[in-house]
């Protein structure tokens, strides 16, 4: 999502977060890549967009975290940055209002430093539309429960959309990129429903609206930047820090963090 000041996303997302800026594409100014375990924010500069909803981040240690939360200072003074410590996660608001919550490996589940999901508020009434839409198009495992939904996207990873009362209509843009192992098929419903919005490469598409697959209801809008498995990118090494070295604590030999691979259940 875009964000105006690359000064201020920096200190946010590396300083304050502990997440890592991609040492290698991206070196602004008009855009840059913050590593987050195996995924990443994309940051181009621009007007800021408010993803509807919030980002799960799991972060090696919270108390880590509250620590660096607490030592902010100038460069966040009259930005929208907030965080409230909770027992088992800090919810963190970014200079331009965007919502996290940062929790911890074990939380919900494996996953020790990335984005283990991100939540969508939605309008009443269409999640049992929005589950049969990832199951029949995406071909994904879902879980329904009152009011929302789970999406099943990757190990460790999924996609949660909630049913809200005071649902915002004005979606500004914002976008989500996915790996599928099917590429082909949920391009072939979406094209003969009209719902391609770029053809960027034999191995990526774009799509924003979701429908009921059945009855053909628009239901919700989030681009989705569909990329194959034989995208360039990938399963691209993403190099991580450990944000805990500093100057006066230095400890050699542990500048890196490699998050621990998880399970398959
Ligand atoms: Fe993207």
Same mark, same amino acid.
């Given at each position: 999502?875009?964000?105006?000041?690359?000064?201020?996303?920096?200190?946010?997302?590396?300083?304050? *977060?502990?997440?890592?800026?991609?040492?290698?594409?991206?070196?602004?100014?008009? +855009?840059?890549?913050?590593?987050?375990?195996?995924?990443? %924010?994309? =940051?181009?500069?621009?007007?800021?967009?408010?993803?509807?909803?919030?980002? $799960?981040?799991?972060?090696?240690? *919270?108390?880590?975290?509250?620590?660096?939360?607490?030592?902010?200072?100038? #460069? =966040?003074?009259?930005?929208?940055?907030? @965080?409230?410590?909770?027992?088992? /996660?800090?919810?963190?608001?970014?200079?331009?209002?965007?919502?996290?919550?940062?929790?911890?490996?074990?939380?919900? +589940?494996?996953?020790? =430093?990335?984005? #283990?999901?991100?939540? %969508?508020?939605?309008?009443?009434?269409?999640?049992?539309?929005?589950?049969?839409?990832?199951?029949?198009?995406?071909?994904?495992?879902?879980?329904?429960?009152?009011?929302?939904?789970?999406?099943?996207? $990757?190990?460790?990873? %999924? *996609?949660?959309?909630?049913?809200?009362?005071?649902? +915002?209509?004005?979606?500004?843009? /914002?976008?989500?990129?996915?790996?599928?192992?099917?590429?082909?098929? #949920?391009?072939? @419903?979406?094209?003969? +429903?009209?719902?391609?919005?770029?053809?960027?490469?034999?191995?990526?598409?774009?799509?924003?609206?979701?429908?009921?697959?059945?009855?053909?209801?628009? =239901?919700?809008?989030?681009?989705?930047?569909?990329?194959?498995?034989? /995208? #360039?990118?990938?399963?691209?090494?993403?190099?991580?820090?450990?944000?805990?070295?500093?100057?006066?604590?230095?400890?050699? $030999?542990?500048?890196?963090?490699?998050?621990?691979?998880?399970?398959?259940?």
């Amino acid at each position: 999502m875009f964000i105006p000041d690359q000064t201020v996303a920096t200190y946010f997302y590396a300083n304050v *977060l502990g997440l890592t800026r991609d040492p290698y594409i991206e070196w602004g100014p008009g +855009n840059m890549w913050i590593n987050a375990g195996k995924q990443q %924010f994309h =940051l181009p500069t621009g007007k800021p967009q408010i993803l509807r909803g919030h980002v $799960g981040v799991s972060v090696p240690k *919270l108390s880590e975290l509250e620590a660096r939360l607490r030592k902010t200072n100038s #460069p =966040l003074n009259k930005t929208r940055f907030d @965080f409230t410590r909770h027992k088992h /996660h800090i919810s963190v608001i970014c200079p331009w209002g965007n919502r996290l919550k940062c929790i911890e490996k074990g939380t919900i +589940n494996d996953m020790e =430093l990335g984005i #283990p999901y991100v939540e %969508f508020e939605v309008p009443a009434g269409t999640t049992k539309g929005i589950a049969s839409f990832y199951e029949r198009v995406m071909n994904c495992k879902t879980r329904r429960k009152a009011g929302g939904c789970s999406i099943f996207v $990757g190990r460790d990873q %999924f *996609l949660s959309f909630k049913e809200v009362k005071n649902f +915002n209509p004005n979606y500004d843009g /914002h976008h989500i990129a996915i790996y599928v192992s099917n590429f082909s098929g #949920p391009h072939k @419903f979406l094209k003969s +429903n009209n719902l391609i919005t770029d053809e960027t490469d034999q191995n990526q598409y774009r799509f924003t609206k979701i429908i009921d697959p059945k009855t053909k209801r628009f =239901l919700f809008e989030i681009e989705h930047e569909v990329r194959s498995l034989y /995208h #360039p990118m990938y399963e691209r090494t993403l190099i991580n820090r450990n944000p805990d070295q500093s100057f006066f604590n230095y400890q050699r $030999g542990r500048d890196a963090f490699f998050p621990a691979e998880t399970n398959v259940k």
